[in-house]
């Protein structure tokens, strides 16, 4: 730290992402990335002819994927934003909706960077546990009046709120905001976008980087009421107006209009995920029911650091978080059937030595 | 304005970036950016094997185009940090380095992203107005005791400091952050990386914009020394980890290895720039001697708005801002020969209405 940082952010902790690593012979199953290559159509599209155009500045405004995504998902255009990756949509929400009259309140087992949000804005967040099987209880979030954020799925737990318990918690919560973290939706759980009509103070968040094959682009987006809409666009376009950069607005165009491949690629995944969880319980592992795209597995003996660092040293990277209550769980994207036998294989010569 | 944003935010003004039409048949010179296509080495680099890894996140610690920059400016790894833009760069040394003990100060013209930072980020700038001649006196800067923020060339001034003048801010000011914004140096005028070793409080922030003929990859970076680039650092991995997509880290590294093509392009800038300053000063028109990729041009009849809107009505865009000491002016990009032969010709045209 220098001289010179604010000393607000002395103590500050930044988030930290899943390793990438250089070497590419590990099978790498720690970032929740799709196994399968972006669309074709995305491709195509990228030629050469919109290569050379990268010396004109890319439309600010964003224009050509919001519309595919207004088709897509049956949303008018003047309610969706971009943002350059869904932690940036993520950032402008915490920025533009939470103040000290305002501190957020979230589960104390999510998406680890909505802490670090509250850390580089100055809030005080309120936690709130899961339950002891690490669901939700959506009565804990009934009248917080005060912003309420809920991945749903959940990350890291894999599990997801049905939409009428969504709902139950927008009918409790008029009068704060309440986003819902989409990332993981498209696996199999359901998505608020049918409720954005009807409560005005539903943010929903999502990205491109799970289900449309394109983590390497970074898009996500907002969807809520045009009012709240133009709140982000504001912290957008006073904080960074180009944020998405010219080929990404076309890859997130095709991803999104090629719906066949879309759900080719889905289904794979959720196939894999049952192929997978079945064959982990067989072998001692309690696996929660997966809504996502990477399933969270705790074994009855092997402890979660062991499994990780026995896993790493056959070449296989997962995640595994040093916090309380998930100590022994280790996450593992839900990648090829290929990857996956790979997998179990090292986890069978793994528990013989147990 | 959503009843749900934060009040601190009720009268934020958003930066209006320059106009981005979808008429390809108009001349822009309105954005600054290059007339010329990426180096022929990002074509080749961004091929189908690139695109399809799409589905895999970038590098969030962005090595490969870091060290590109490292081998081509002759610093180290450490001191360089890449953002999703120079703006997000400048974003994120306003957060990081000014707070309510440490209000930034700047010039009365310059990059009008500044002041709208400070309201992003709560901040009351001290305003220090140019000279008459729209040109910074240095001493104006002289033991400030609070971070400084200069263009070096000035937009949309289109002047530059000396490197002497520089580093004798830098002498008056060991103990605040001075960030020298040189997103236009590459056109003609000094650069501060050599002070970079010497006055551990100087950042210097840079594009690949205008130069390196990549504005729609969104790259910028800053160089400082390693405590600096680490404060820094912290704020983006506590934003958004993965600020720069795949391909815009691929471009970034062939455009900064690519020298030859980097000079050939500037000198063509250069050689233009030199052929409009003095057509335009036989047509009456005053053009300060310009170190940037535009000009800065005022008719000694002809209003700044008249000259714009009749311009736009021809199908050639440029920029005018409507601000007090600079109304009369227009900032011109200076695009290709063929460019600057249309402007002079509409000129012309409309100079005989006059």
Chains 1, 2 share one sequence.
């Not at 995504?69 to 949303?75: C, D, P, R, S």
């Not at 960077?113 to 009565?139: A, H, Q, T």
């Not at 709140?231 to 076309?250: A, E, T, V």
């Amino acid at each position: 730290m220098s001289r010179f940082l604010s000393e607000r952010y002395s103590a500050i902790e930044p988030y930290t992402p899943g390793e990438q690593p250089k070497n590419r012979n590990l099978i790498k199953l720690n970032t929740n990335e799709s196994p399968f290559l972006p669309s074709p159509n995305v491709i195509k599209a990228l030629n050469e002819t919109e290569i050379s155009r990268l010396n004109l500045y890319s439309d600010p405004d964003t224009r050509e994927v919001i519309s595919a995504i207004a088709e897509t998902l049956g949303v008018n255009e003047n309610q969706i934003m971009m943002g350059n990756g869904s932690d940036e949509i993520l950032a402008f929400a915490f920025e533009a909706f939470c103040d000290k009259e305002h501190e957020p309140c979230f589960a104390d087992i999510t998406y680890g960077f909505y802490p670090v949000f509250c850390e580089l804005f100055n809030l005080e967040p309120e936690i709130i546990p899961l339950k002891d099987d690490l669901s939700i209880e959506p009565s804990d979030y009934f009248n917080k009046n005060k912003p309420v954020f809920i991945a749903n799925p959940n990350a890291p737990t894999s599990l997801a709120l049905s939409l009428p318990q969504i709902e139950e918690i927008l009918i409790h919560n008029r009068d704060n905001i309440v986003l819902i973290d989409e990332a993981y939706v498209d696996f199999g759980a359901d998505s608020a976008i049918s409720l954005i009509g009807k409560y005005p103070n539903l943010i929903i968040s999502r990205t491109f980087s799970k289900s449309r094959n394109l983590a390497g682009a970074r898009l996500g987006f907002a969807v809520s009421n045009p009012d709240i809409i133009a709140d982000m666009l504001k912290m957008k376009f006073s904080f960074n107006p180009y944020n998405i950069n010219r080929l990404s607005i076309i890859a997130g165009k095709e991803a999104m209009l090629d719906a066949e491949y879309f759900e080719k690629c889905v289904n794979s995944i959720k196939e894999t995920r049952g192929y997978i969880s079945a064959e982990m319980r067989k072998r001692g592992f309690a696996v929660p029911e997966s809504k996502t795209n990477f399933i969270f597995a705790k074994h009855n003996i092997l402890s979660g650091t062991d499994y990780y660092n026995k896993l790493r040293e056959k070449n296989i990277l997962v995640r595994h978080f040093d916090k309380e209550r998930i100590r022994d769980y280790v996450r593992i994207t839900i990648g090829s059937r290929e990857q996956a036998d790979a997998l179990l294989n090292a986890t069978d010569e793994i528990l013989k030595g147990c």
